[in-house]
């Protein structure tokens, strides 16, 4: 399985921008890069997903690079509950497809933001 | 907007003994997933439903088993427990009709403390 390098930790301070790199440098053509946050004491959170072009949705961007070999998490205006790990995930829709693809996600070691009143 | 629910939320177990979690999916919801979190550590997937068939399964020890039932809810059967099995325990949903449509819906989590 292609893999995802993230940094350890981050730190910001609120309501500024935050960009939250990811390395996949093996990723497949059809990998998506899925985001998603776990909050303290909390179950993970779906962030964001995308292919190849860059993505906007309510809580975040996406921006991934032309050759795909890295994205970067955007928060345009981080908050104090933004504070949470945050996870980069590759995943195949095609995997396990003909089983209606249930393939679990499989995290690493994601992102630990630190937001700074 | 309806959650995941899973039950119970903190259980106590001593070691040999078995434990029974159960998760009931967000209605309409036929895809259900497992994941084990230790003390500071990232989630794990265990294993994973449609339909009712078991469609991917991952790290999980051959003394869990796990089923989903008719009405998509699933369980998770721990036996002979171990000190190393206290962990978090979530429990993931998703329409699984089209692979294209990720989002998985966690719940709260159970807590089982093996002593």
């Known amino acids: 399985d292609a893999k995802t390098t993230q940094p350890n930790s981050m730190e910001s301070n609120e309501e500024e921008p935050v960009h939250l790199p990811c390395n996949h440098s093996?990723?497949?053509?059809?990998?998506?890069i899925h985001w998603y946050r776990q909050l303290p004491s909390q179950g993970p959170e779906y962030v964001i997903h995308?292919?190849?072009s860059n993505v906007n949705n309510r809580m975040a961007s996406l921006a991934i690079a032309e050759d795909r070999k890295s994205s970067t998490l955007i928060l345009h205006r981080a908050t104090l509950r933004d504070a949470a790990v945050y996870y980069c995930?590759?995943?195949?829709?095609?995997?396990?497809?003909?089983?209606?693809?249930?393939?679990?996600?499989?995290f690493g070691k994601g992102t630990h933001l630190i937001i700074q009143p | 907007a309806a959650g995941v629910i899973q039950s119970p939320r903190h259980l106590i177990k001593e070691k040999r003994e078995t434990a029974t979690l159960k998760c009931y999916p967000i209605?309409?919801?036929?895809?259900v997933y497992w994941y084990q979190q230790g003390p500071g550590q990232d989630p794990q997937f265990l294993i994973s439903?449609?339909?009712?068939?078991?469609?991917d399964k991952g790290s999980i020890p051959d003394r869990f088993s796990a089923q989903q039932f008719s009405d998509y809810h699933s369980e998770l059967n721990m036996s002979s427990l171990e000190l190393g099995d206290s962990a978090l325990y979530f429990c993931?949903?998703?329409?699984?009709?089209?692979?294209?449509?990720?989002?998985?819906?966690f719940g709260p989590g159970t807590r089982l403390t093996v002593t």
């Open positions: 993931a949903s998703r329409l699984g009709t089209d692979p294209r449509d990720y989002e998985q819906y």
């Open positions: 093996t990723i497949s053509g059809t990998d998506y």
């Open positions: 995308g292919l190849t």
């Open positions: 995930i590759l995943r195949d829709p095609l995997r396990l497809s003909s089983g209606g693809g249930a393939d679990g996600l499989t």
């Open positions: 209605p309409r919801h036929d895809t």
């Open positions: 439903f449609y339909e009712k068939m078991q469609s």
